[in-house]
């Protein structure tokens, strides 16, 4: 059973950083894709970032370009989302998500697998 725990989600002041991690176990494929997902209150989910494990290539929305950094660690099974200057409209919950690339990108994967999600709040 795949099993994806985010963690690392808090109050931080505009300007500030969080880092997000995602603990992922019992995959199954050789090859993965992980992704992080926004959700405000009400609005849609965003993609926000993602990284393929075959070749370590990434994804970032415009949004977070250059303010972002997703890694990974695959000694600990754990994908990071470093967050720096952080804003107020970056505030949402934080999901992760994984799956089986299946050849496609990872901004093009249908995510089956999702953690809990993580509240960041960014005040003003």
């Known amino acids: 059973e795949v099993q994806l725990v985010e963690s690392g989600g808090g109050l931080v002041q505009a300007g500030g950083s969080l880092r997000l991690s995602c603990a992922a176990s019992?995959?199954?494929?050789?090859?993965?894709?992980i992704g992080w997902f926004r959700q405000a209150p009400g609005k849609e989910r965003e993609g926000v970032s993602c990284i393929s494990s075959s070749d370590g290539s990434t994804y970032y929305a415009d949004s977070v370009k250059g303010r972002f950094t997703i890694s990974s660690d695959n000694a600990k099974n754990t994908v990071y989302l470093q967050m720096n200057s952080l804003k107020p409209e970056d505030t949402a919950v934080y999901y992760c998500a994984a799956d089986s690339p299946s050849g496609s990108s990872c901004n093009g994967v249908p995510y089956d697998y999702w953690g809990q999600g993580t509240q960041v709040t960014v005040s003003s």
């Open positions: 019992g995959f199954t494929f050789d090859d993965y894709a």
